[in-house]
């Protein structure tokens, strides 16, 4: 069963509250929250604070994807805000085995991610300390870019690796290129720009119907 986790970056931010409550309607399995530091990435989001104030706005999955610099410093407040699961990426902590057993210590799901141009050996040996691995299939800091396509290679290696760990894929997902990470071994599907620019269940639907 594969699951969907739209990214409300691409929400209209001036009724973020409603946005949560249409996109979990229209059939979201996770809400994925992108967390930008204009360090880590060359854009800015939002923090812990606007995730608690749409915290009660959603029963699903609060999947935190954190895009900043030495995450293990906010691990506790992204937790206190209700972050269900929290990823942090491989290039953005020192102490990457110490940061997931932080996570872990919080009785939550821990994920890493890796960005396009970094290889899977990478994370290969804390995988069996964690639940999901995020595959960026674009350079991360903004929604709408074009699907990497190197990233299918990736997936494929990390699901030799583990035939039961949860692989998410962020970025240009679409109709099309979900066939394709399904076929590489993914299960969660990140995607913004491909939900929010149509009707939210008729673009959920169609791509869990692939
Ligand atoms: O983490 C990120 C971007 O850094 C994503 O979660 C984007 O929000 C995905 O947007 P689309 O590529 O689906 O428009
Ligand atoms: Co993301």
Redesign the pocket.
């Known amino acids: 069963m594969i699951k969907i986790a739209p990214?409300i970056?691409?929400a209209d931010f001036s009724k973020l509250g409603e946005e949560v409550i249409q996109i979990s309607k229209a059939g979201a399995d996770y809400i994925?929250i992108?967390v930008?530091d204009g360090n880590f990435?060359p854009?800015i989001t939002f923090g812990p604070a606007v995730i608690k104030s749409i915290r009660d706005k959603s029963d699903k999955i609060f999947d935190v994807?954190l895009?900043i610099d030495a995450p293990e410093r906010y691990l506790q407040n992204f937790y206190d805000a209700g972050a269900d699961i929290i990823t942090v990426h491989v290039e953005a902590t020192k102490h990457l085995h110490r940061t997931i057993q932080m996570i872990k210590s919080l009785g939550i799901k821990a994920g890493v991610s890796i960005n396009p141009a970094t290889p899977v050996e990478m994370i290969k040996y804390v995988l069996s300390e964690i639940d999901m691995v995020l595959v960026?299939s674009?350079?991360?800091?903004?929604?709408?870019?074009k699907f990497i396509n190197s990233s299918l290679e990736k997936i494929k290696e990390i699901r030799t690796l583990s035939k039961t760990i949860d692989i998410q894929v962020?970025?240009?997902?679409n109709k099309d290129t979900i066939k394709q990470c399904i076929s590489a071994g993914a299960n969660i599907f990140?995607?913004?720009?491909?939900?929010f620019s149509g009707d939210y269940k008729e673009r959920i639907n169609s791509l869990k119907e692939v």
């Open positions: 990214s970056l691409s994925h992108d930008m990435v854009n994807h895009m960026m674009v350079n991360p800091g903004f929604g709408g870019q962020d970025g240009g997902i990140v995607a913004g720009s491909y939900i």
